[in-house]
């Protein structure tokens, strides 16, 4: 089972318990909520997890070559 502590440790001690006991409830739920969030918002969601991903491999590859990233994105860090 995977766990996510900060998510853990930020529900209530019943909620725990409760999605301990059903976690089939818990993966409905989950389920629901995705796709409600990606009926209304999908294109924002899609658009954002594109632009992440090809800073990522941007960032990647620069770091592959031995570039040095944008003066833009050192000052960021």
Do not use: N, Q
């Not at 725990?16 to 059903?22: Q, Y």
């Not at 491999?57 to 944008?70: D, I, K, N, Q, T």
Request: charged letters at 20%.
């Amino acid at each position: 089972m995977m766990r996510i502590s900060a998510i853990e440790k930020a529900m209530p001690d019943d909620v725990r318990r409760t999605a301990r006991e059903h976690p089939f409830l818990v993966i409905a739920a989950g389920a629901l909520a995705g796709y409600y969030l990606g009926k209304s918002h999908g294109r924002a969601i899609l658009s954002a997890l594109v632009s992440v991903g090809i800073t990522a491999g941007a960032s990647s590859a620069r770091r592959m070559l031995g570039v040095e990233p944008s003066p833009r994105l050192a000052r960021a860090r």
